[in-house]
């Protein structure tokens, strides 16, 4: 009787999950602690990516961290864009360290995506930090492409007081020590597709992000035990997000974020089930 009971319960609170959207607290493996939600590009799969109009989407969607990806322009201009060239989202085949800050008045990220974003630009970084301030923590990862002038001393100049609501990633090693080095605080993530375990203490990473098919739970254990978090990166199948998760890894990035969340009220679901029996 008292089962019946319990899985009434469970089944009630599942449909309301489900219904209304909540999201529960969903540990990933061997953890305590919620899987962090992150929005890829700031939610490439509902707007135009690293854009205002998907950052803005994210918030609303109760999103914890978007990430995003920040290129230096010719004139120092930090702006929001994961390519070194603007060929794929705007049609111009022109490189980042050609071009001002002027001439994103005349490039259109939008209308590529969707007719309902016709007229989204590239944002900057400062664009970025002014609609996340208090509302959203981000992960921004810097770019190389050995062109930069005074990358960490720009970036650290724009966040300013918001030092505290952002992460800031790198593929490049010498990035992040050189932020750790003018900003000892600021938190930083590592971005790889794989990782050696000689880099499993990086004293300038206080987290990683890993691609997610090459995580193992041998290698998130290893990386916790160093006092770090792990991310995986960049599920969009619920498949690809259950990898993650049973690898132990702190929090997923994906594009679709609204996937991500179904997946992990589902995942809260069964084992609200399980544990009645």
Not at 79 to 85: C, E, L, T
Not at 186 to 191: A, H, P, W
Not at 212 to 241: E, F, P, Q
Not at 247 to 260: E, F, N, P, Q, S
Request: glycine share 8%.
């Amino acid at each position: 009787m008292k089962i019946i009971r319990k899985t009434a319960i469970v089944m009630l609170l599942c449909l309301y999950f489900l219904t209304y959207g909540v999201l529960p607290q969903v540990q990933a493996a061997g953890k305590d602690a919620p899987v962090i939600v992150v929005a890829h590009r700031a939610g490439a799969k509902v707007a135009p990516e690293n854009t205002v109009a998907a950052l803005e989407q994210a918030i609303r969607d109760g999103v914890p961290i978007a990430e995003i990806d920040v290129q230096q322009l010719s004139d120092g201009t930090l702006i929001v864009m994961h390519d070194s060239n603007f060929k794929r989202t705007t049609g111009e085949d022109i490189c980042v360290w050609d071009v001002e800050a002027d001439a994103l008045k005349t490039l259109e990220v939008g209308s590529g995506f969707s007719a309902a974003y016709r007229g989204e630009q590239i944002p900057t970084l400062e664009e970025m930090l002014a609609c996340a301030r208090g509302r959203i923590t981000l992960m921004i990862e810097l770019k190389y492409t050995g062109q930069e002038d005074a990358l960490e001393e720009s970036v650290l100049t724009l966040l300013h007081d918001m030092v505290d609501e952002c992460i800031i990633g790198s593929m490049n090693k010498g990035i992040l020590q050189k932020m750790k080095e003018l900003e000892p605080g600021i938190s930083t993530v590592f971005i790889a597709h794989d990782l050696e375990e000689e880099d499993y203490e990086l004293d300038y990473a206080d987290s990683y992000s890993i691609e997610g098919r090459n995580l193992t739970v041998d290698m998130v254990d290893a990386i916790h035990y160093c006092g770090k978090s792990v991310y995986g990166w960049t599920a969009n199948t619920s498949g690809a997000m259950l990898w993650i998760v049973n690898c132990g890894a702190d929090g997923v990035i994906t594009d679709d974020v609204r996937l991500l969340q179904t997946f992990l009220r589902e995942q809260a679901c069964r084992k609200a089930f399980a544990s009645v029996y």
